[in-house]
């Protein structure tokens, strides 16, 4: 199976929904993405389709926003 | 594993997140409850924290609300 990849900003709710997210499909199947350490990745994530962070981009390119922590423009600040 | 809960009410973005979330974590790791289908269902997912729809309750007991279809109120109208 192709990796979901799941964006954060180290914010709370984003290490929460990270726990969770890794708890239910596993650490191997899901590449986790920190914009506080690694930037170059932002745009990547908005041309995905990622409004606000924590999210998840499926195998199949579906973005799932999980619950609020951010948002992009936030995140670039 | 304790299952999963995936709470919906059948609206577009629901459908969507309810078919990524199977191919996430797995049919038989997830119940699905349609309020459509089980109106019963309404207080036990708000007594939980779902404050929209779709939302999943992992079994540790956190809320994911997954991008955003329906609020509670318009689940129960």
Redesign the interface.
Known sequence: MKK?IFYHAGCPVCL??EH?II???GAQ?VEIVHFGEDKSRIAEAEKAGVKSVPAMV???G???????GASMSEVKA
């Open positions: 979901s929460s929904a969770d708890e239910l499909i199947n499926t195998p199949n579906n973005v799932l926003h999980i619950n609020f």
